[in-house]
């Protein structure tokens, strides 16, 4: 069975920075295609970023590119989620989310790729 834990969520005052991580309970780490997502009461799930198995492909949502940035150490089976220049719109619940399947593009931004969730790591910003 698949798990996912996320950490390093918080408070953070507007402009500032938080680094996300997602350890995961699986074999094939470096295999998996992972992303990350994040939603407000309400609203759906959105796409935030997206790593390949080999960290040779990554894809960002507009919203936050350039401020944020993904990454993963497979040797550590663990995902980060670099968050720099933090806007108040960016408060929300951040999930880590991996894919079972291969794949050979660019990762996915659709939540039905992804097979396995996180708990979920809440994130404010304060303005």
């Known amino acids: 069975q698949v798990q996912l834990v996320e950490s390093g969520g918080g408070l953070v005052q507007a402009g500032g920075s938080l680094r996300l991580s997602c350890s995961a309970s699986?074999?094939?780490?470096?295999?998996?295609?992972m992303g990350w997502f994040r939603q407000v009461p309400g609203k759906d799930r959105e796409f935030v970023a997206g790593i390949r198995g080999s960290a040779d492909s990554t894809r960002i949502a507009d919203s936050v590119k350039g401020r944020f940035t993904i990454s993963r150490d497979n040797a550590k089976n663990t995902m980060f989620l670099q968050m720099n220049s933090l806007k108040p719109e960016d408060t929300a619940v951040y999930y880590c989310a991996l894919a079972t399947r291969s794949w050979l593009g660019s990762p996915p931004s659709s939540r039905e790729f992804y097979d396995f969730w996180g708990q979920g790591a809440q994130v404010t910003v304060s303005s």
């Open positions: 699986v074999r094939t780490f470096s295999g998996n295609t």
